[in-house]
């Protein structure tokens, strides 16, 4: 199951290659130590972008349509029905066509800001037979501009960005009225020493080698880390005007808010 088997939730294959890109990275990472800089998606070694992707799938694919999804409110029924939904950050497009074959009467548009990633879940997309319902196209997602989604998800990118509390406002925007905000975030306490766990060393080490760095390189700059917790994450979130934030579900690896 951990080496073997792509769906089972514990494999790990992309947890050795996302420590392995890690690991080429370390030079850029150090010089953004010593200078206060950040380290561009994409630039940080090799095929990040891949080995992230293949570290989160087992967890897209046991939880997204099983358990995330229907802990929303009122959401589920509208995507049975047929429903727009924005996948802002989708990388190589797992999340966003796991979504589309789970409800075929929806349609989906993956946004992210990385050409290379784009272009990945592009191929995937077209080995699935959904280009009729699913598209994916390069944008940041402050810049989206379409609007009237009924559902706009977030998987393991909000602390990320530059500007998480900007993006708030912008995923805002793009909602259709009675729409939900589904983020989900790695799982972590409100303090380091809630954090001090298993997960959470391995969180702590992928945000200081990849997720600070990566949102130091873009505007603001807030560097949220993969360890941000839940009240943070909240205020975060409300800056943007959002009026209820609520903890919908989690597991072992992650916390699934849903921003209203």
């Given amino acids: 199951m951990v080496f073997t088997v792509r769906d ?18 370390e030079p850029k990472v150090e010089e953004c130590f010593r200078h206060g800089t950040g380290v561009r998606w994409g630039d940080h070694a090799g095929c990040l972008f891949c080995a992230t992707g293949a570290f989160f799938r ?9 358990n995330w999804i229907p802990a929303l409110d009122g959401i589920e029924a509208r995507l049975r029905g047929g429903a727009r939904v924005a996948d802002v950050g989708c990388g190589v497009g797992f999340s966003t066509l796991l979504m589309a074959e789970a409800y075929p009467q929806s349609h989906f548009t993956g946004y992210d800001f ?10 995937h997309c077209d080995g699935h037979g959904l280009a009729d319902r699913v598209r994916f196209e390069v944008a940041p997602a402050k810049e989206i501009a379409e609007t009237g989604f ?3 998800t977030m998987y393991d ?5 530059g500007d ?5 406002a912008h995923m805002r925007r793009i909602l259709a009225e ?5 983020i989900v975030e790695p799982i972590a306490g409100d303090t380091p020493a809630q954090n001090m766990n298993p997960v959470g060393r391995l969180y702590y080490n992928a945000s200081t080698m990849i997720c600070v760095p990566t949102s130091l390189d873009q505007e603001v700059g807030e560097g949220l880390g993969a360890q941000a917790g839940e009240a943070r994450l909240a205020a975060v979130i409300r800056d943007g005007g959002f009026a209820s934030v609520r903890r919908a579900t989690e597991g072992p690896f992650n916390m699934v808010l849903e921003a209203r």
């Fill in 178 to 182: 009675g729409g939900s905000w589904m």
């Fill in 114 to 123: 990385h050409a290379p990633s784009i272009e990945e879940a592009r191929r």
């Fill in 157 to 161: 990118c909000l602390h990320d960005m």
């Fill in 164 to 168: 998480p509390r900007g993006c708030a």
């Fill in 150 to 152: 009924d559902l706009v």
């Fill in 8 to 25: 089972s939730p514990v494999y790990l294959a992309g947890a050795f290659e996302l420590a392995a890109a890690m690991i080429e990275a």
């Fill in 58 to 66: 087992p967890g897209y694919v046991n939880n997204i349509v099983q």
